[in-house]
């Protein structure tokens, strides 16, 4: 069985020009290469307004290819139009050009896909783009149940009756490059749910006064540990239950967490993680330091969903950093996504069905919660993502009831970069301190 981690960084490493994911067979020669380029070069437009996608078809052979392209549109928002065949030839080395005209119908996103299936052997090389139209009008029914609040609000109560038992220790180990006299280091545990001890490295400066927080959450099996480079912010880098330093109680491997418990909701694996950053949130308020209005949350794909999840249980946060984030939608995540661990963890007993699977994920889909966030919430996306597509993304975000504000790399799958967490960096403090001019 594969992890989720292992699938994500075996579709994430490439991308193609013009934010076109290629794809071929690696069990046979690679015969032909597509590029796709967008006559819209962001990748968003104006619904019924016609798009022109172009692919440049190159034979890498040295003899003649005879084949069928093949342009299809997918979309959770519209029924899926026709596919278009045209045959063509490809003489030896040949690039040709071939169009595609398109238009969204509504709100939402697409996936166009240029396929080139020969005669000879039926190989085939593909690529493929995602555009989108009017996002912030996209909208996907709710699925939680009757008790879904009630269902946070005992968890919360739960967890409110554990006593935390926060403590803190000095890091020994604290990197030469991270100034000494300016922030201490401290690796951080406490009791979370279900009496599970959970820690994370908390970095705070060596001055006197109040201070912004950040709480950084991991995705999915990531291991959070001190950035080092923050003065002006108090930083907690948390590693709820099976991640990094937190896995005392709750061992991180296999990366199985989106099956582990999933037969009942009060034993999914991600009841006791969103509570773990609740617990997160109820440490930081402990603590001099810490200006009690001004805490944010911010993490990427998983992360992300924790971020939306615990800006939505816990009113102490003030900004929501989200980006490309995960644990949204699920039913459309799973229209749109297939993975073979979930496929697997379904088969392995007679009575897991789909319905009852998706109905416990409900109480976990970021999407049911997310219109309880009030915080002022930032979220980003990689138009081209194939691990959390953009679609399930916004159908979360949509629902968020504070200020909000969005930002879509057009060419960027499952990764936004070191430039974007450096720029995010400066917009959470001058978010925190509008006044302020940063002398990094």
């Known amino acids: 069985m594969h992890s989720l981690c292992l699938n994500v960084l075996k579709i994430c490493f490439v991308m193609l020009l013009c934010y076109a994911n290629a794809e071929t067979s690696y069990a046979q020669k690679r015969f032909a290469q597509i590029t796709l380029t967008s006559s819209d070069h962001d990748g968003i437009i104006e619904t019924n307004r016609p798009v022109t996608l ?46 595609f005209c398109f238009s969204m119908p509504c709100a939402g996103f697409a996936e166009i896909k240029c396929q080139l299936v020969t005669s000879k052997n039926e190989k085939t ?10 996002v912030e009008d996209i909208g996907c029914p709710l699925t939680r149940e009757a008790d879904f609040f009630n269902f946070w609000e005992e968890s919360l109560a739960q967890l409110a009756s554990t006593a935390p038992n926060f403590q803190l220790r000095p890091n020994k180990q604290q990197s030469q490059s991270q100034s000494q006299s300016k922030v201490s280091v401290f690796e951080v545990s406490m009791q979370s749910f279900d009496n599970i001890c959970v820690r994370g490295w908390l970095e705070i400066p060596n001055q006197d006064g109040l201070f912004p927080s950040v709480l950084r959450v991991p995705g999915y099996g990531q291991n959070m540990k001190p950035v080092g480079n923050q003065e002006d912010l108090i930083v907690f880098s948390f590693n709820p239950r099976g991640h990094g330093n937190s896995q005392d109680d709750i061992s991180g491997k296999p990366e199985d967490y989106w099956v582990r418990g999933l037969d009942d909701r009060n034993t999914y694996f991600y009841r006791g993680a969103y509570l773990d950053c609740v617990r997160a949130v109820d440490f930081l308020c402990t603590l001099d330091k810490v ?7 911010w993490g990427a794909s998983q992360g992300g969903g924790f971020a939306f999840a615990t800006a939505a249980l816990d009113n102490r946060i003030d900004l929501c950093v989200a980006d490309i984030p995960f644990l949204c939608n699920w039913e459309n995540y799973f229209k749109l996504t297939h993975w073979d661990e979930m496929d697997d963890w379904l088969n392995k007993k007679k009575h897991r069905s789909w319905a009852h699977t998706l109905k416990t994920m409900s109480y976990f889909d970021t999407m049911n919660l997310c219109d309880r966030v009030t915080c002022k919430t930032i979220m980003n996306v990689g138009l081209q993502d194939q691990i959390c597509p953009p679609t399930t993304s916004f159908a979360a975000f949509n629902r968020v009831r504070g200020t909000k504000t969005y930002k879509i790399y057009p060419a960027r799958g499952h990764g936004l970069g070191k430039e974007h967490r450096q720029s995010t960096w400066k917009q959470i403090e001058s978010f925190f301190r509008p006044n302020k001019t940063s002398t990094r």
């Open 54 to 99: 172009t692919a440049s078809i190159k034979n890498k052979l040295d003899e003649v290819i005879n084949g069928t392209v093949v342009w299809s549109a997918n979309s959770p928002c519209f029924q899926s139009l026709p596919p278009v065949h045209q045959a063509i030839t490809l003489r030896r080395q040949q690039t040709i050009a071939h169009t």
């Open 125 to 134: 090389v593909s690529a493929r783009c995602r555009i989108g139209s009017h």
């Open 291 to 297: 200006d009690q209005q001004k805490i944010a949350v």
